[in-house]
Structures are given as C-alpha cells and as structure tokens.
C-alpha cells in the first residue's frame, strides 16, 4: 500500500509519467468516430450484397430473354422453309381445281399473319434482351461505385486509427520474490519491457518479500543471482524512468544488500517500518470489534490492551505478522465465544441474552488450573511421568498467577519459557505428553492453535544447505501457534553442510524469548541429545535452556504392572493379578536392555498373551469336539489369560537352556522372537538386528 502511495506522489509530481486526460479525451473521441465509420462500413456492405442479389436476377432474366429469342429465331427459320413449300405449290397450281386454288390462297393468308406475329415477338424479345442489358450495365457501374465508396471509408478509418492515442499502461507493477526465485530474470523483464516501450517510458516496480532472492539455495541460489544482476543493470540503465522498490524484513533485505557489491549503491533510500506497539496492536483490535457484523463489545474495555501487551510480546521477532496476528487472534477469541456460548446453551437450556459481547474468558482463555483442566487430569492419570507431571503442574501455576493478574488488569509475571527438551527411552510417554501439554497451551490461551506437529530429523534434511534450510523453515513457519516435536532429535548431528544448515535455521526461526507463539519440543536420549545442544550451534541452547528439560524415567515393575492392567483392559482382556505379576517381573527384567521400548514392550507382550489364548481355546476346541463333549466354558473364553499363556508366550528353545552362562544372549533371542512375531501379525518390518560382537576366551 505504501508503495503505491509513492508511486502515486511520483506520478503526480511529474517525476514519472502519468494518464494525460486530453489524450485520454482524444482518445475518446477517436473511438467514438471509429465506431461511427464500423457501422457506416456495416450498412454499406449489406447494400452492396442487395445490390449484387440485384444485379445477378437481372442476369438471370436477361439470359432468359436470350432463350425466348433463341426459340422466335427457329420459329422464323421453320415459317422461311414453310414460305419455300408454298413457292413449290405454286408451281402444282395449275394441276389443281378451283377449290384447291382457293385452299392454297386461305394457306397463304393464314402464313402471312403467322410471320406478322412471330415478327412482333421477335421485337418484343430484342427489346426485352436491350431492357436487360443496360439494366446489368447500370448495376454493374453502381457495384463498382459502391466499391470505391468502401475503399474509400476504409481508408478513412484507417487513418482515424492512426490518431487514436494509444491505451495507457499500468505504472506501478507488483512482483514478489518468490516469483522472480522460480521464473528467474525473465519474470523481471516480463513486468519492465512493457514499461519501457510506453510513450513516454517509465514507472514503478513494487517487489515484495524481496528477502527470499536471498534465502534461495543450490539452484535456486544461482537463479538468484541472476535475478540479482539483471536487476543492478536494469536499475542502472534505466534510473531516468524506472524506480525499483523492494520489501522484506530487515535481516534477509541486509543480507540481500550484501550479497553483490553493487547493490548498496542503486538502492539508497531506506523507510524503516517499526513493528506495531503494544497501545497500536489494542487499537487496531478494537477496529476489528467496532468493524465486525454485528459490531462486538468487550465485557471489560481493558481486555483490549491485554490483547494488545500479549502479542506485543511477539514483536521485533521474524515472522510477527502484526496487523495480521491482531486478525488471527481475534479469530481465535471468537472461536472461544461461540464455544462458549454453546456449552451454555447445552448446560442449561437458554440461549446467552447478550451473544455480542465478549467475555473476559474468550479473551483471556479458560483459567488455568491443574485441578480442572481436563487435558492435565488425563497426564495426571497416566502411570509414572512425576517429572513431567511435575513440570507440567509448574507451568500450569505460573500460567494462573498471569491469567489472574491480567484479568485484574495489573503487571503480570513473565511468561515461561514453552520450549522443552524430553529426555527418555521410546515409549515412556514422550509424545502423549507432548499432545497434552499442546492442549494445555491452547485452552489456556497462550498458543494460538494448540496443535501438535509430530517430525523426524529427515524431515529437516534435505538433498544440499540449501534445500535443508527450505525444509527447515517451511517446518517452523507451520509450527507457529502449534507445538512442534522432533522425535530422536539426535538424528540431526552430523559434521555436515546440509546438518548445520538445518540446525542453524532452527536456531535463526526458534522462538528466542518468552511469551512466542510456538513451543518445540525435543526427544531423544541424553547422551545425544546434550551432544546435540553443545556442538552443533552455540544458539541452540540458549533456545533450549536447563531449565526447560523434563526427564523421562523407565517405568519399574510396579509401574509395567500398571500399565499393562490398563491395557489389557482396554483390549478386552481378563488379566489375573498373578499372571499380571509374573508379566511384569519379565519386563522389569527385559528393561535392562538397551533395547527395552516401556509401554511398547507391554503392547507387545499383551499382543502375545492374546494369540496363545486364542491358539489354546482353539485346541481345546478340538480336543472336545473330538471327545464329543461341549467343553467348560471357562476353558473357551480366549479373553481369559492363563499363567500357561504366559509360559507359552515367554518361552524359550530347548536349545537356549543349555546357556546357563550367557543369561543375556537368551534374554536377547527371546525378545528378537517377539518383536518378529508382533512384526509379522502387525504387518510391520521386521526388528533390525544390527551387528554383533563375540567377545571371551576360548572354550
């Protein structure tokens, strides 16, 4: 908008060229004539096809004149031959009677009066043919009158067209550098050839997001250079009548200034635009409320400045959309309006009397409180996790000290840092923490989604620096308002280009201080993970502070126990307190492997617990079927799990018995055997089972 508020003050000012409203009006005009002459042209052509439909019946007639007199001429040719047998009967006169001299004198008379009215007719025909002919011959001059009369106007019109001015060009052409970075230069030379080739030359060219030139990498970065170039030339050649806007955030439009030295020199007039404050922002939200259908009012005036203080919060960072982020937000607290009113209409029946004002709690966001939130009820009975119930339980109270201070309208706290770092073996909860925690966050306001973006390192890394750096960005720019987890996070180590190029554009897109819009979230192991934060970026760890790690213990036999109760449970699965003992002690032991996946070790066991039940009923079945007897119903209910199933689904070769000393390579092939088997029914790949060292002496 403002681009075009100085390419309209260059127009103005005669600096670059402008509409002209007299060659407008001449042009006008010049349309108006040539559209009288088209329809005058029109008319003219359908009284020339008249007159040729004229001209081509007097033809017609004229030939069939040329007909009749055709047939009077054999007619007179026919009456000759007749006259010359008449001269013969004359010579036999004499040998005829009387009567037959008179028969001869009435022949004579009868043929003197046929010759007289066949020579009438003749006449006739020649007058009708000479009637004809010089009516062909008029038609034939007024055609040829009527074809000079066309030329004559075509080459009127053509000359008009000549004086029309021609049509006026747009001068201010948008571009963004996104497009120049996929079409290249030609996309440049697209919007500015026409610009100048206008009479006269000149005018403005907006490019937005013009950062991106130089964020491009590997191909895309040699296609921007050359947009680059052609772009320095251009803007040289032609500084008289083009002006060359660009737009982007200040770090990347630096960085594009540095990236050819001739840059700095053609582009040095700079409008900083500041990020909006915190009093702005709260204006600009009142306009949405004042501007919406109908208009909306606040319960409390001062929720618009609690608007206004939290996304300020946001500001002077990459990505803060400003008015943008105001629009969103106000999305976000109508959502909660609805909802709420919904869930009143639901509890008691009555339609809320007052559906155009917003309450402080659409603003604000449910209250934060571990004893009702429904999302923290859910972690809280979950088995295990006291760290990160803890930690969970923490944040949650510090997030009520800000709620309560914000809906009293005084100073609250500082928001808590939302990254964290989850540090645990596979399957102790990580990632359903992650999806509760991304919950707690959205009810209570303090992200703007709430969802949760569940990624792996390969998702980061890319084909070069430059593809990892894209992947990676786009990765974070959906993450806003949502809480992004990168699984075995570890997997980004690497001394690589294409590594670093994914971690540095983690730590330059990250939220860098409290209160941003995004939370991320790493898992993995310890040892990986420190190794990650201590070596691959400085930045990284400021990112991801001490403070911000939630530890993520292996469950103990009491806890497996637990566990597999509920699942077993839930799988519809009859589990006895003995057997579920016995279970457990065997994952306690298997735990000690580093191999050991938790609660999916359990999901495994309870997979194999339930096909031994079922193999078992079924050859029960048999036995009895067999027998002839219907069996005890007990014995048929594959539901029920038995300490036989346990020992069946647990059990080792005879072969491995024989390995009183080496309990571990046991322990080993028994647990290789059940990953295969859940593998197998799962339809799933198959366990890896990496490679093995042999190491003792001999014997």
Known sequence: MVGRLIADVLMACGLRPSKNMDIERKREEGLAAKATLEAELKDKKLEEMMKQLELMDALRQKTSAEEILQGYISARRAVSDSKQDVDGLRVMQNNFNAGAVNLLDHSKNNLTAAEEELSRKIRNAENNRNQAENVYKAKQDEHKASVEASKSKDDALAQNNKNIPPKEIERFVELSGGVLLRDGSKALDAVTGPLLAADPPGGVVFIDEAGQLFDGGGGGRTQAMGVIHRLIKLSEDHRDVLTFMLSGYKKQIDALMESDPGMPSRFTKVIMFEDYTADELSKIFRHFLSEHKPPLT????????????????????????NARSVRNTFQKILTRNFERRKRMEYATGQRDPNPNVIADSDVLGERPDPETSPSFQRLNAMVGLKEAKQSVRELMLRLQ??????????????????????????????????????????ETGFLSKGEVLMTKPADFLGLNSGDSMAKSKAILEKSKGNVLVIDEAYGLRGDTEINRAAVDTIVAYSPVQAGADMSIILCGYKGEIDELL??????????????????????????????????????????????????????????????????????????????????????????????????????????????????????????????????????????????????????????????????????
């Open 401 to 442: 000290s800000i709620w309560d201070a914000e809906k009293a309208f005084k100073k609250p706290p500082d928001i808590p840092f939302l990254n964290r770092v989850f540090i645990g073996n596979p399957g102790t909860g990580k990632t359903t923490v992650a999806t509760l925690y991304a919950q707690i966050l959205s």
């Open 298 to 321: 606040l319960a409390s005036e001062s929720m618009a400045d609690v608007v206004g203080r939290r996304l300020a919060k946001n500001a002077n960072q990459e990505g803060f959309g």
């Open 534 to 699: 201590d070596k691959m970026n400085p930045g990284l760890k400021g990112r991801f502070p001490e403070r911000c790690t939630v530890v993520f213990s292996s469950y103990d036999q009491h806890q497996l126990g637990c566990i597999m109760a509920k699942k077993a449970k839930d799988m519809g699965l009859k589990l006895p307190f003995d057997v579920r003992s016995d279970a457990a002690a065997l994952l306690a032991r298997e735990s000690k492997l580093a191999t050991f996946r938790n609660g999916g070790a359990v999901d495994i066991l309870l997979g194999k617990l339930q096909s031994c039940a079922e193999s078992r009923v079924r050859k029960y079945q048999d036995e009895q079927a067999k027998a002839g007897r219907p069996g005890h119903p007990r014995l048929l209910d594959s539901s029920i799990i038995t300490p036989n199933d346990l020992e069946t689904a647990t059990a080792r070769p005879s072969e491995q018995d024989a390995w009183p000393l080496l309990p571990q390579i046991a322990e080993y092939v028994c647990r290789i055997e059940a990953l295969t088997e859940h593998a197998l029914r799962m339809n799933l790949p198959p366990p890896d089972l990496s490679h093995m060292l042999f190491l003792g002496p001999p014997g």
